[in-house]
């Protein structure tokens, strides 16, 4: 059973261009979570998305951030216009169910993203 | 809001000796995890532990769920537990299974 895949796994982008980070849950999972952790900085929870639907944003940036997960392929992470301060990794995370006594979030490699 | 707070921030071991990784949460969770950030950044489950102990080889630990706690045992360290171990709850609100990271404890294993 395959662990969670992140790609790409580094990614370089000069400022204002636009990044894209995927993420493919492990079999059997239908939500997913990203964090991203930014240098000298804990890991910090961003947004949970099941098929079609983001749950909950609460941990987005206001602006040039998004995410999806659509019915078929891997969530997408999108950043536009990016700025020196988004380099950091970003994690994404799945799970089978979230209400309930089972709810263990399993972690993909991270995309190491450089903004020149 | 509430806080995840680990302790030692920092620890450095020689190889062979046992330690004891701590987690002190302010409110009540859902959920509990243990996860070791190797030198290369990936993030290794250890243990998915909302109360009780479990035990993985060398590594165990156990939450006390009602004292607000979780401690990480490692025993016979090794130079691979090298990494920063983290702690990550699930608020017992939350109904999105979210989680709340420490800013965890970095341990160097000397050989």
């Known amino acids: 059973n395959a662990g969670v895949m992140q790609n790409p796994r580094h990614l370089v982008r000069r400022r204002g261009q636009e990044a894209r980070l995927r993420c493919s849950p492990m079999?059997?999972?239908?939500?997913v979570y990203w964090y991203r952790q930014l240098p000298e900085e804990g890991l910090k929870f961003m947004v949970y998305?099941?098929?079609?639907?983001?749950?909950?944003e609460s941990g987005m940036p206001k602006e040039r951030f998004s995410a999806e997960f659509p019915k078929e392929g891997p969530s997408i992470l999108r950043i536009q216009q990016v700025v020196r301060g988004d380099s950091a990794a970003y994690f994404c995370?799945?799970?089978?169910?979230?209400?309930?006594?089972?709810?263990?979030?399993?972690f993909g490699p991270g995309t190491r993203l450089t903004v020149l | 809001g509430i806080q995840v707070e680990q302790s030692p921030p920092d620890l450095i071991l020689q190889e062979g000796a046992n330690s004891t990784l701590r987690c002190n949460f302010s409110?009540?969770?859902?959920?509990l995890q243990w996860f070791h950030q190797n030198p290369w950044g990936q993030l290794i489950n250890l243990f998915y532990?909302?109360?009780g102990t479990k035990q993985n080889g060398r590594l165990s630990a156990t939450t006390v769920a009602t004292e607000r706690y979780s401690l990480l045992y490692i025993s016979s360290s090794q130079t691979t537990d090298s990494g920063v171990y983290f702690c990550?709850?699930?608020?017992?609100?939350?109904?999105?299974?979210?989680?709340?990271f420490g800013q965890g404890t970095t341990l160097q294993v000397k050989p």
């Open positions: 998305l099941q098929k079609e639907n983001i749950i909950d």
């Open positions: 995370a799945s799970s089978p169910v979230v209400a309930g006594s089972y709810n263990e979030q399993f």
């Open positions: 079999k059997g999972h239908s939500h």
């Open positions: 532990i909302p109360s």
């Open positions: 409110d009540s969770v859902n959920n």
């Open positions: 990550a709850v699930e608020l017992g609100s939350s109904n999105t299974g979210k989680l709340i």
